[in-house]
């Protein structure tokens, strides 16, 4: 194992007889154990009709399961200081317990539990989809998801990536006892991966073989393969909103995590939207006085991965605001970045990559994305490897080749809405996206 995942100080592959994989990271230090059980299947998995099932279930697997009710395992977790959450994302749905190692042999079972024995209860389930329900209505009065959900139509469409993990709100209504089941019996069929990292207790995968409790479960180790594809079709979406801001989003599907490039869109991440040094909050908001807030967005994914630049500035300078965004995204097509600006990029991403293994929680959270998505263990230290050999002209030829036809997403008012759309009109990259 390479110097940057030593911060574990001894990795091995557990022992038990299910095909999810068992990873134990050993770290010396508090008596602090994490756990985090990756499934693929999150939202970018709910059927026709039930988007936002994922979501609702992962919120509704922490009230109640196995021997305890909702109260009951509230009490249980909060007894023990411990934290107990499910969260379900495109790709996922996960499961993550932070406790004291003392406290392992009662809370491990709870992993396996929730998976295989939830209650499901009619009363939560309506509170959950209630809070989902207002979560959804909250999102429609602010601008920059409005922008965002505008844009996430135009690159996937109807696609699996298509709506907001919280789901599509007539569908999530809708939603009862029946279509949760069915996600039950799906958890894990995808692929499956529980990495522990922390104080870990010896015989610890009996402890978690307790939660099943007679049941069975048969997830299937994650393999690499495919995600929900993306559209290239470029084009602008505009929603009024009658607010004295402007938000623009500017971006395009690239490539999954892993994939050929896929560290050179990184880099180019690092360059473009990592600190105050960034060439966004530089160019836009140090140079022109643009932005209230300026940022790339690139989440790792199994499919297409959105690659966007959003910005948002007053109303009154729409004109100078879409330009110069526009200008910044031209600018990567047209010329590499510079030996001196690859190298702060470097450093950013080795940076970023340290700051995301300081605790047992980010260590194992890191690992069970990498292992999910059918990567090796030692993925993310040879990305800093295989970093330090990219050149200028690798990172300019990632982007001539994934980022040629974005998409513009805009919200704000009718006056900044036509003004803006006259600049994307005369601008090179609306003649590419048609």
Not at 7 to 24: F, I, M, S, T, Y
């Amino acid at each position: 194992m390479s110097a940057p995942l030593a911060l574990a100080a001894r990795v091995e592959q557990g022992h038990w007889p299910l095909d999810c994989p068992l990873w134990l990271l050993h770290r010396p230090g508090a008596p602090i154990l994490s756990a985090k059980l990756w499934m693929r299947g999150g939202s970018g998995s709910d059927a026709p009709g039930e988007r936002g099932a994922a979501q609702l279930l992962a919120g509704v697997l922490s009230r109640g399961c196995g021997p305890y009710s909702a109260d009951a395992l509230a009490d249980l977790v909060e007894g023990c200081g411990a934290g107990l959450r499910c969260e379900a994302a495109e790709d996922a749905t996960l499961i993550s317990l932070k406790c004291a190692s003392d406290d392992a042999a009662t809370l491990l079972p709870l992993l396996l539990q929730m998976v295989r024995s939830p209650w499901l209860v009619e009363d939560q389930i309506a509170l959950e989809r209630q809070l989902n329900l207002q979560t959804l209505q909250r999102q429609r009065e602010d601008p920059f998801q409005v922008a965002h959900d505008a844009l996430r139509e135009q690159l996937y469409g109807s696609g699996p990536y298509g709506h907001d993990p919280l789901g599509v709100e007539s569908e999530l209504r809708q939603l009862g006892r029946d279509a949760l089941q069915r996600q039950v019996e799906q958890l894990g069929a995808q692929g499956a991966v529980l990495v522990l990292a922390g104080a870990i207790p010896d015989g610890v995968e009996q402890r978690l073989l307790a939660g099943l409790e007679g049941t069975t479960w048969a997830p299937r180790p994650p393999e690499r393969r495919a995600g929900p594809p993306g559209l290239k079709a470029g084009g602008l979406a505009t929603s009024p909103d009658e607010t004295e801001q402007l938000v623009l989003m500017l971006g395009t599907t690239t490539t999954p995590l892993g994939a050929e490039q896929a560290l050179a869109l990184r880099l180019l991440h690092c360059h473009l939207g990592i600190g105050m040094s960034s060439r966004l909050f530089v160019a836009l908001r140090e140079e022109h006085g643009l932005a209230y807030d300026v940022g790339v967005h690139h989440p790792a994914r199994l499919g297409d991965a959105p690659f966007v630049m959003h910005l948002s500035s007053s109303a009154e300078r729409a004109v100078e605001a879409t330009r110069e965004l526009l200008n910044e995204w031209q600018r990567l097509l047209e010329q590499p970045i510079s030996p001196e600006e690859l190298e702060l990029a470097r450093a950013k991403f080795r940076g970023q990559e340290a700051l995301g293994r300081q605790t047992s929680s980010q260590l194992a959270d890191r690992q069970a994305l990498v292992l999910g998505h059918g990567l090796p263990m030692a993925f993310a230290d040879r990305s800093l490897e295989a970093a330090a050999q990219l050149t200028p002209e690798d990172l300019h030829r990632a982007a001539r080749t994934l980022l040629t036809q974005p998409c513009l997403s805009l919200c704000g008012p009718a006056t900044a809405l036509r003004a803006a759309e006259t600049q994307w009109q005369r601008h090179p990259l609306s003649a590419s996206a048609a």
